[in-house]
């Protein structure tokens, strides 16, 4: 499974939610499906991603710098 960097979605939901509890509460998901999200375990919904989206203010044009920024180690990888 493609592995991305969450580090500006964990940091757009910091900013407007403070936690991630929160945040998953907004979005009405557990903590335990978050967490998957963000670690590869489990892809993303698209029906997820849109919620997101709508909660964090997220445009079209940002999706991808969110939701499927490629992990710095893919990167090095496919550069060897």
């Known amino acids: 499974m493609q592995q ?3 580090g ?3 940091w757009k939901i910091r900013e407007k939610y403070k936690t991630k509890t929160a945040f998953c509460e907004a979005a ?3 903590r335990r499906t978050f967490q998957n ?3 590869g ?3 993303m919904t698209a029906d997820f991603i849109e919620k997101a989206c ?3 203010d997220i445009t079209p044009s940002e999706i991808g710098a969110y939701f499927f920024n490629p992990s710095a180690e893919k990167m090095t ?3 060897t």
């Open 4 to 6: 991305y960097n969450y």
């Open 8 to 10: 500006n979605l964990l």
């Open 28 to 30: 009405h998901i557990s």
């Open 37 to 39: 999200y963000v670690a």
């Open 41 to 43: 375990v489990t892809p």
């Open 54 to 56: 709508e909660l964090l």
């Open 77 to 79: 990888q496919s550069k």
